[in-house]
């Protein structure tokens, strides 16, 4: 009798799951309230020349479990308006912290600095997701940033992803291994900027169906546990190897080898940034490990060696020193803040994710405002541009 009960009791669950698998098949187990992540179209292509790029003109729409964000890009495939005339630029290179991963165009640093700087500035931003690298943000300068004739070019230094993302074996397309330039030359503005522009996406339809809609929402309740105890715990997400490794002052062989590509990187940029005559600046973003505590302590004693978050600034700094670059570290101001506003875990990140929220992005779009007003970059350069960098038709 026992066992006909647990018979039936098996079959009325197992009947119950597929009713219940069938009915969320029925009534959007796509949809992002159930899944917790959700993308209408795709938003990035392999470009030939520096890596990845977006797809011009293009929206779409990204939603995870702690932001809702809408794409939108220019007729030159940045994630901003179109490209006006007549006014003089700062140009943005980075990776997808500068992109503005998971924000609204309006909430991302670029947007915010152009606002500061009034309608006879703009701001164009060319940062980009895709493990995204300082080699790769050289090529793209070389390739297409510098016919816009910026008057100021920054670039987005972030430690662990910059550093991790040079030692990628496709980074040898751009870098070789004797740390000369080797990424594809474009002949003309024109060429870059036709391919862009013909570029277009695929009929993109999310595929809903791969793995059983219950297991999916187990998935996510399992992620979101995950986020609330590391809230309330006020711990960084990762702790792998990988991660803590630019924070060691004794370096590893890879290390020393990433860093090497970033001085050939930046000496190579800083001559370029002379032939086009804009004033180059080299940021050092406050990333988020830097500024958790309880994360340098904890990878600290898992890696049996004291971490220091800072190494990785004095190490760019140097190189900047000795290539003549103006080097701008946020990390104290960054830190500085956080404990003016005694802010706790996830500081100024998303909680389901490491990338700066629209704090996060106002922050630095303020502290860098001050920086080039400080450093009298807002002031117009002492001489015009040779006109080769204004190809026709470019606004």
Known sequence: MTAKRLALAFTAVVFALALSELGLRLFGCGSSAILYEYQSAPFLSVNPYWGMWHFANNVVDHRRSCFAARYQTNEYGMKGPPVRPGTRRIALLGDSFIEGFGLDNDQTAAHQLEAMLGPDRQVLNFGVSGFFSTIDEVALFDNFAKFFDPDVTVLFFLNYNDLEDLLDPRKAALIDSQLRMVYPRARSFEEVASYVKK???????????????????????????????????????????????????????????????????????????????????????ADPYQLDVNWVRLVSLREGAALDPAHPNKRLAEICKRLGIRHYDMLPEVEAYVHEHKLSFPFLSFRCDRHYDAAGHQLMARLLYGYLGREALLEPRAETPPPVARPAGLP
Do not use: K
């Not at 187990?218 to 997400?237: C, D, P, S, T």
């Open 199 to 285: 570029q277009t996406t695929e009929p993109f339809r999310a595929d809903t169906h791969r793995e059983l809609c219950l297991r999916r929402i187990v998935e996510v309740a399992r992620q979101m546990a995950g986020q609330q105890l590391q809230m309330w715990l006020n711990l960084r997400w990762d702790p792998r190897h990988e991660i803590a490794r630019p924070y060691l002052v004794e370096e590893d062989a890879d290390m020393r080898r990433a860093w090497s590509i970033v001085e050939a990187s930046l000496r190579h940029l800083a001559e370029l940034a002379g032939e086009q005559r804009t004033r180059l600046v080299v940021v050092s973003v």
